[in-house]
């Protein structure tokens, strides 16, 4: 009885993954309804008359012999203006403060609300694939263009005038070139496993910039790159990818809590609400999405939400938007999906993970990028991935793929966040492929020598490190004049230029103008130093003077809107050092006397 009225029947669960005996043949990825509660499940798997779903809500309380009930599409989101501003789960379903959990079944986003649109095609215009046909205002949110869905095209029959409607309604209807019509309305649904496609994938052309001179000025990042960013616990991820969502300059931010602890993601809910856009002075969540899946969701989402989160950053990239895309952390998902590999019975690989976690990540990763939109529009997707290896051990398998998929690695180290050094991004263990493509950024900025400034700084650290295990041996003291003159170059870089607290009122945020100041500044006091050292002058006596202090606390002291003051300070770097030169040849001269 049950089969003539489903399309198949539960014969084996194992927590969230069934097995089903199936009537008619089913779709590899094809959503299905499970149960009387008609849970969203997906198809992974088909063998003979079997077929193996992944159910993404709890599966308490099935059973054998209930139904399971085809789609006849896959897996997919409602994508429309209504996204911006919004908190949802790993299947875009909404989360408010009435809806403190999601009902088993619920379908998608809520289509209540209604939008001010504003058609930009007229009837008998000619539309194209992912075309914009209207723009929708919102006095909470960003302006934002109605698109097309990828596969339609055809010539416009009718559209509706300017005024408020809601996502659902119809407002343009396409004559197809297979004689169908479309309808079309604000929003349109897509699959969340398969890439919006676009008209062009484009190099990368410029930085997405943070405000952060340790990213900006050593490692940067690509408009529309990839980045990953690996840390044991308390090494600061969560606070970082928190500091780049405020401070960077992409339009949309998509925030997706992947598995993390649900004091930290109550945390993340509670906070960006109230955070104030630094760019505008109105609400940060105007221009941001989050998606929450915290640990003890059912672990099938917190797999599908990595893809709800980048389906949802791609429509808005296609919009001619800048995306920035925050994971975190990507090592939760694969988790999810080595335990989902485990209850399927499948040959493990290294550390437990299935064989194609390197694919998977490749999938993920490979959807960022600075493309040509079908709309004609230049748009990107940047993705910034957080990764928690077990013991900060970046040779586990996750840390090692997304390696392999990434142009940025931001390596976080534990001895640094121990010892209050944030952000604790260890530059010797960081590193950017980027570099030549955001080199004229930097340029046009006024700083045609920040590659080799770059390359020098990386040096110093480098250098350091190798004469601090040296010192372990011998002492500090027993180091030649110039080996010393390195550590002391080499601390002013970290304690003056790479140390930023993203809790100062001052310094949390430093731009372009103003980290090419601090560099300059570092540079000179380098150079004045190194000649004085050569004339005779100690370390020590150069250590000593009170311009070193203020070289340290210059990111606290010099606001944005003074930078002028950086002039100031330069006067007094070279007076400080003319005046020490003068003082050692008068001692000199005393003492020959």
């Not at 295990?469 to 080499?490: F, T």
Request: net charge neutral.
């Amino acid at each position: 009885m049950v089969l003539a009225m489903s399309d198949a029947i539960i014969d084996w669960v194992s927590g969230p993954v069934l097995r089903a005996a199936t009537q008619k043949p089913f779709h590899l990825n094809e959503s299905v309804r499970v149960g009387g509660q008609e849970l969203l499940g997906e198809v992974i798997r088909i063998n003979g008359s079997a077929a193996i779903i992944q159910v993404f809500e709890d599966t308490t309380g099935l059973r054998p012999g209930d139904p399971v009930t085809a789609t006849g599409s896959q897996l997919s989101v409602k994508l429309g203006p209504g996204l911006l501003g919004n908190i949802y789960d790993g299947l875009l379903r909404p989360l408010n403060a009435r809806d403190r959990f999601v009902k088993p079944g619920i379908r998608h986003k809520e289509t209540g609300s209604s939008f001010n649109f504003r058609p930009s095609v007229k009837v008998g215009d000619k539309l194209a694939c992912g075309a914009i046909f209207g723009t929708v205002h919102r006095a909470d949110a960003l302006v934002q263009r109605c698109l097309t869905p990828p596969d339609c095209v055809g010539t416009v029959i009718s559209i509706e005038p300017a005024g408020v409607y809601t996502e659902d309604e119809v407002l343009c209807r396409v004559d197809c070139r297979d004689s169908d019509v479309s309808e079309i309305s604000m929003s349109h649904s897509w699959p969340v496993r398969q890439p919006r496609p676009v008209l062009q994938r484009r190099p990368i052309n410029g930085p997405l910039f943070t405000g952060q001179r340790i990213l900006d000025s050593l490692f940067p990042i690509g408009c529309g790159g990839r980045a990953a960013m690996p840390g044991g616990f308390g090494t600061g991820k969560t606070i970082l990818q928190e500091t780049l969502a405020k401070w960077c300059d992409a339009d949309v931010i998509i925030y997706v809590g992947c598995g993390e602890r649900g004091n930290e993601m109550a945390g993340v809910l509670h906070e960006f609400p109230l955070l104030e856009d630094p760019h505008t002075g109105r609400p940060l969540m105007e221009r941001t999405v989050i998606i929450a899946n915290t640990s003890n969701m059912p672990v099938a989402a917190r797999e599908a939400s990595i893809y709800t989160a980048v389906t949802v950053g791609e429509y808005f990239r296609d919009q001619g938007l800048r995306v920035a895309l925050m994971a975190d952390s990507t090592s939760r998902w694969a988790e999810a999906l080595r335990e989902i590999s485990g209850r399927l019975g499948e040959l493990p690989g290294e550390a437990g993970y299935p064989a194609y976690l390197s694919s998977r990540q490749a999938d993920f990763y490979e959807r960022a990028g600075h493309v040509f939109t079908l709309a004609g529009k230049e748009g990107s997707l940047t993705i910034i991935g957080a990764v928690s290896p077990p013991s900060a051990d970046f040779s586990e398998p996750v840390t090692t793929h997304t390696k392999r998929f990434v142009h940025c690695f931001w390596g976080l180290d534990a001895s640094r966040a121990q010892a209050r050094f944030y952000p604790a991004i260890h530059p010797l263990q960081s590193y950017s492929r980027d570099v030549k493509s955001v080199a004229h950024f930097w340029s046009q900025t006024g700083h045609p020598t920040w590659e080799s400034q770059r390359q020098r700084f990386l040096a110093l650290l480098e250098e350091q490190a190798r004469l601090e295990r040296m010192a372990r041996i011998i002492g500090k003291d027993s180091l030649p004049p110039r080996q010393q003159h390195v550590l002391m170059c080499a601390e002013l870089i970290n304690e003056g230029f790479l140390r930023q607290s993203a809790f100062s009122q001052i310094d949390r945020y430093c731009s372009a103008e103003r980290q090419i100041a601090m560099m300059q500044m570092i540079t000179r006091f380098i150079e004045l130093s190194q000649n004085a050292i050569d004339t005779g002058i100690s370390n020590e006596a150069i250590s000593s003077l009170p311009i070193v202090r203020r070289l340290m606390r210059m990111g606290e002291e010099i606001s944005e809107d003074s930078l002028e003051k950086f002039k100031d300070l330069r006067i007094e770097l070279d007076a400080a050092f003319n005046k020490l030169r003068r003082e050692t040849k008068q001692e000199a001269a005393g003492n020959e006397g």
